[in-house]
């Protein structure tokens, strides 16, 4: 419905009046994302050479990136890693959701316990599993105490298990969330006409709880994955040198190296990748969920 007053044309429908209070908001975060990828993709096209920064457009940077091996070797261990995160987490996270959502009487409760991570900083949660998985840490003291080992393990820390161990704690909370949002959303009358049509439980779950969260499945997915490629703390803490990623690149190229430049475009092929990465998840998990109904 719309209103002519004074030359005005004025909308009086629901969604023009959330258009119209939503736009100064959007317009703010928009130029927040906007201008830093500008200036990264201007900062691509240019060189630089400790502090003299040429800004002749040049593609040499591109050409260097896709022609290092190290840095074709750090982006595809950074995608394992992440999926490698993504599936454990999602994984664990699934049940415990489906716990809260589904059995668990006080809700409340165990949700505020799934916050409880937060309340302390991200990296003494780092440093927490440093210590647990440490040569002379918790976990090697525990398995010598009970004597089930003779000497410490040393394959605990410093390596991509460490990194994906580490991650999937961290980032747990952000997948239960939107799966348990999803499981709430589940109408009970479905779930009752499955049953009293023959279904078993494990049938009941696999044709009407799972496909109905697949959208949850899918949001803590790309939750998990997406900032998890960029993640340079974890693997510099609990890596070492076999669970560096592209992010820790990056990191160097802006620091030590003082190469802005060559930081601005492996953060621009990072970003690409991952993003064609997540629309192909996104398309094969949505037609697996079709074909599940």
């Known amino acids: 419905m719309k209103i002519r007053k004074g030359g005005w044309v004025i909308f009086r429908s629901e969604a023009s009046r959330g258009y119209t209070l939503s736009a100064p908001a959007t317009a703010y975060v928009g130029f927040l994302v906007t201008a830093p990828l500008l200036i990264l993709i ?69 949700l505020l316990l799934i916050t409880i991570p937060f309340w302390s900083s991200y990296l003494l949660r780092v440093f927490a599993w440093k210590l647990i998985l440490g040569f002379n840490g918790v976990m090697n003291s525990a398995l010598l105490m009970l004597g089930l080992i003779d000497e410490p393990l040393d394959f605990l820390l410093y390596n991509e298990f460490a990194v994906v161990l580490t991650l999937a704690h961290a980032w747990a909370p952000f997948a239960i969330l939107p799966i348990y949002v999803s499981l709430q959303k589940i109408d009970p009358s479905l779930l009752e006409a499955a049953t009293d049509l023959g279904n078993s439980p494990f049938q009941r779950f696999m044709r009407v709880t ?36 592209i992010a820790n690149l990056i990191q160097v190229q802006f620091g030590a190296a003082n190469n802005w430049p060559l930081g601005a475009t492996l953060s ?4 690409l990748s991952v993003g064609f990465v997540a629309i192909v998840f996104v398309i094969t998990a949505t037609r697996l969920g079709r074909r599940i109904r």
């Open 42 to 110: 201007a900062y691509s096209f240019w060189t630089q050479s400790y502090v003299t920064l040429d800004k002749t457009p040049t593609l040499k940077n591109y050409s260097d990136a896709f022609a290092d091996p190290l840095v074709r070797h750090l982006m595809l261990r950074s995608i394992w890693i992440a999926g490698a995160v993504t599936a454990v987490t999602v994984a664990l996270a699934y049940p415990i959701a489906y716990f809260i959502a589904m059995k668990a009487r006080k809700k409340t409760i165990w």
């Open 210 to 245: 799972l496909p109905l969260t697949i959208p949850g499945i899918i949001a803590a997915c790309l939750i998990i994955f997406i900032p998890t490629v960029g993640d340079y703390v974890t693997p510099a803490l609990v890596g070492g040198s076999n669970g560096k990623m």
């Open 268 to 271: 621009l092929i990072a970003m």
